[in-house]
């Protein structure tokens, strides 16, 4: 969404957080664990502030991009890459991602539109992955950022903490409920995903094949 939307969303969630029961950020996983700012409170007032939370998602103009890959899959692949990169599942994602910005620029016609890439505090992965960042950004070869990646990324990403910034609490729901209904592992939250879906775009994530079609290339 644009900086202005971004600015009203993040105001409208703050109102909510300060709302009964108060919380002093959203953590979607926190909700259905009942841990962290949801500790000893009860299930149905954790289902009530989520719901709150995601009818303000659903008040806004945003698509939800993801890249995704299946752990047991991932390991597999792994065992072929040397140390660190076969302990950074995130990275791949990170870089898919960005990919399926482009993807979804061109998909809705809206290519070249400048963006700043804002992802949740990592930590070392995070870090891990901006390094690469840096690294493609002013590579040779195959070994860099095409010029459409370029015309559209107006920054070097940024490792913001979810505990401060509202969007990254947003897009935390929203990766949450596509995870959950993947796996299905929380059957009595799925209605989160189906709130949302009509939001999200998608976007490609790695499967079997993929991984083996990486490993060929090289």
């Keep these: ?103 979804y620029q061109k998909d809705l016609r809206i290519f070249p539109q400048e963006i700043q890439l804002d992802f949740d505090d990592q930590g070392r992965a995070g870090r891990f992955a901006i390094e690469w960042f840096n690294r493609l950004w002013n590579g040779v070869v195959i070994w860099k950022f095409s010029d459409e990646h370029k015309r559209i990324i107006e920054a070097t990403p940024r490792m913001l903490s979810s505990k401060k910034y509202m969007p990254i609490q947003g897009a935390d729901v929203l990766a949450w409920s596509i995870r959950n209904h993947l796996n299905g592992a929380e059957k009595n939250w799925d209605w989160v995903y189906e709130q949302l879906e009509p939001s999200i775009w ?13 490993r060929d290339q090289f």
């Design 1 to 103: 969404m644009p900086a202005d939307k971004w600015a009203s969303f993040s105001d409208e969630w703050d109102r909510e957080l300060k709302k009964d029961p108060i919380i002093q950020y959203f953590k979607m996983y926190e909700a259905v664990s009942g841990e962290g700012q949801f500790a000893h409170i009860p299930s149905e007032f954790r289902k009530y502030k989520t719901k709150r939370m995601v009818e303000i998602i659903s008040r806004y103009p945003v698509h939800g991009i993801c890249s995704f890959l299946k752990w047991d899959e991932w390991l597999d692949y792994a065992k072929s890459l040397p140390f660190p990169l076969n302990d950074e599942p995130y990275a791949p994602l990170f870089f898919l991602l960005i990919d399926n910005v482009l993807s």
């Design 202 to 214: 998608g976007g490609m994530g790695y499967s079997a094949e993929s991984w083996k079609a990486i």
